[in-house]
């Protein structure tokens, strides 16, 4: 969690510093929710997992 958590913080400071208008989108100071998924691939070929990723898109 502490991984996630810091991605999270680097994340949000650089988007907040780019795009100034999500300061005022949100209520709270926080862009993230506290929740997050982790999971694995099983050894699944790269490119089988970009595909998969680019068919959640839409």
């Not at 005022?24 to 694995?40: D, H, I, M, T």
């Amino acid at each position: 969690s502490v991984l996630v958590n810091s991605l999270k913080a680097v994340t949000s400071r650089r988007l907040r510093n780019e795009f100034l208008d999500l300061r005022g989108a949100y209520s709270k100071p926080v862009l993230w929710s506290r929740s997050y998924f982790a999971g694995s691939c099983g050894g699944a070929p790269l490119e089988v997992i970009k595909q998969y990723i680019q068919n959640q898109r839409g």
